[in-house]
């Protein structure tokens, strides 16, 4: 069993609260957080030590770093960084403020909040730092540009910050999912339809089969895992003394970063498009 400490965004649903629940299993002292005043009620009522903090806003994640290092002695052994969403639609389509804000989430805060801790790990010269990325990270998709760019950026930045790292007792990692139970999809709808003007598109046609995806309800899609494969991959990030740098989740995931090592550019596009063809549809 751990007495490590660690903070971990995005803890409402899905692969957050999954980590946050089994760490605190194992003796972690688990930092759950969420921007949701109710999701911090929530995980409070099934006994996790919460606070609300939104990564989109410095105040909230200097506050949040604040209170959690005054409760801790100024300590920190791990950082999860999960929070963020998924923005649908065309790159045509996508405005600078749609874009700027998939980036505040998934990257922006999420670096805001690193590089603040990133000293109280360095003073106490050991530290686990987990970037929750995805296949998209790996490859791309159809009508995904906005949350496939701010996950390369993300894989680029964190593979920057494990060399910088090197030798100062600081690990750096990569969680690299692809389809796994979560209000994912319900979050990507309501952003769909907040923010992308669907009626006046060229790409309207196609805007139905993507509504008609995210909208569905049923079994999960083929491949589809729990979030406690993510956990798993999470454990071992933190707990091994040797933590990988990339973590794949899901055979997906395994499947795709091995066609990236060997198809050709255009077999990869054509493989690429036909699932997007036929997930639309």
């Known amino acids: 069993m751990s007495s490590k400490n660690i903070l971990i965004t995005g803890c409402s649903s899905g692969i957050g609260r999954s980590v946050a629940l089994g760490l605190q299993a194992r003796g972690y002292r688990v930092f759950a957080t969420a921007r949701k005043a109710d999701d911090v009620a929530a ?3 099934a006994g996790m030590e919460s606070l609300p903090l939104d990564m989109d806003n410095s105040d909230s994640i200097r506050g949040a770093v604040d209170e959690i290092l005054q409760r801790t002695g100024g300590t920190l052994d791990a950082l999860f960084n999960n929070a963020g969403y998924g923005q649908p639609g065309a790159v045509e389509d996508l405005t600078r403020d749609v874009l700027r804000a998939q980036f505040e989430t998934n990257l922006f805060g ?11 790990m360095r003073r106490q ?7 929750n990325s995805s296949l998209l990270g790996l490859v791309t998709l159809h009508y995904r540009g906005a949350y496939v760019a701010s996950k390369f950026a ?3 930045l964190t593979d920057t910050l494990r060399l910088e790292l090197s030798g100062s007792g600081i690990h750096v990692s990569l969680i ?14 309501e952003a769909f339809r907040r923010n992308i003007d669907i009626e006046a598109s060229v790409n309207r046609p196609i805007y139905e089969g993507v509504l008609r995806r995210l909208e569905k309800v ?22 091994s003394p040797r933590p990988r740098r990339r973590y ?3 055979f997906p995931t395994y499947l795709f970063a091995a066609l990236r090592r060997v198809l050709p550019y255009a077999a990869l596009d054509a493989v690429i498009t036909r699932i997007s063809r036929g997930e639309n549809r």
Not at 110 to 120: A, D, G, K, M
Not at 125 to 131: A, D, N, Q
Not at 224 to 229: K, S
Request: no cysteine; proline share 11%; glycine share 8%.
């Open 43 to 45: 995980l409070q009522a």
């Open 110 to 120: 999420l670096v805001e909040l690193t590089n603040r801790l990133i000293p109280v």
């Open 125 to 131: 010269g050991h530290g686990r730092i987990v970037m």
């Open 154 to 156: 993300l894989e680029g």
């Open 176 to 189: 690299e999912p692809g389809p796994v139970i979560s209000r994912f999809r319900v979050n990507a709808l």
């Open 218 to 239: 049923g079994p999960a899609a083929p491949f589809t895992l729990p979030p406690e494969a993510v956990l798993k991959k999470v454990i071992h990030a933190l707990d």
């Open 248 to 250: 794949y989740v899901t």
